[in-house]
């Protein structure tokens, strides 16, 4: 199947710093990408859709400026965490769009897990 | 907004027993997907339905699609320790410039030998 990979796995970061995570797909081509962030037992909530070459589209209360999102080639799309704060540890996940297959719909990247200390 | 419920939440069994969960959209659906997420993993793909009243099987998984294209349901025959972890149902609306899935509440099972 198509492969989705996630980098970092996993970071710790000091409050005020910026995080920058890299969603890749590796075996296709992705115009659209998913950001999500997940919190301890809860649900994938979506943070914003990035679509190549253009803004991404964020949900509504996601700060635009606070999470960063490039995807600047059809196969990499960034999330950059600004000033990063406790409140913003958690885990992110990325999910590539293969346009070409019927099904799935997405495929997910490994999930990078944040710590902000 | 949209928003996709699942019921229930929590689900214990002992190892053999079925299990089921069920998933709620506030609005129709064009297709619905469901993961499973194993604790500390990501969301792998099980199954999409798209035909309003579709029924799928995999091996012991039976997924059901509703009628209205609004509900679905997950069903577990005979649950095996290996079934652990926290099931995801996920609506795709088609429309606007992009189409989004949407999560549901999860329901975590736990299976006792």
């Known amino acids: 199947g198509a492969v989705v990979s996630q980098h970092p796995s996993w970071v710790i970061c000091k409050s005020g710093t910026s995080v920058k995570i890299e969603c890749r797909s590796l075996?296709?081509?992705?115009?659209?990408m998913f950001w999500y962030r997940q919190f301890p037992k809860q649900s994938l909530m979506l943070m914003a859709t990035?679509?190549?070459?253009?803004?991404?589209?964020?949900e509504q209360g996601v700060e635009k400026d606070k999470f960063l999102i490039n995807h600047a080639s059809l196969t990499l799309s960034t999330l950059t965490v600004t000033s990063a704060h406790p409140e913003d540890s958690s885990f992110y996940i990325c999910?590539?769009?293969?346009?070409?297959?019927?099904?799935?719909?997405?495929?997910f990247g490994q999930g990078t897990r944040l710590t902000v200390v | 907004g949209q928003q996709v419920m699942q019921i229930p939440q929590y689900q214990h069994v002992q190892e053999g027993e079925d299990f089921t969960t069920y998933c709620n959209s506030s609005?129709?659906?064009?297709?619905i997907q469901w993961y499973k997420q194993r604790p500390g993993g990501h969301p792998v793909f099980l199954i999409q339905?798209?035909?309003?009243?579709e029924v799928k099987k995999q091996k012991r998984l039976t997924f059901q699609f509703g009628e209205a294209k609004k509900n679905s349901s997950l069903h577990i025959t005979a649950t095996q320790t290996t079934d652990v972890g926290t099931y995801f149902c996920?609506?795709?609306?088609?429309?606007?410039?992009?189409?989004?899935?949407?999560f549901g509440t999860g329901t975590l099972l736990a299976v006792q030998p």
């Open positions: 339905l798209v035909k309003s009243g």
């Open positions: 609005t129709t659906l064009s297709n």
């Open positions: 075996d296709f081509q992705a115009t659209t």
């Open positions: 990035s679509n190549e070459g253009s803004k991404a589209t964020y």
């Open positions: 999910s590539a769009r293969d346009h070409v297959r019927i099904s799935p719909t997405a495929f």
């Open positions: 996920a609506g795709l609306n088609y429309g606007g410039a992009t189409n989004k899935l949407i």
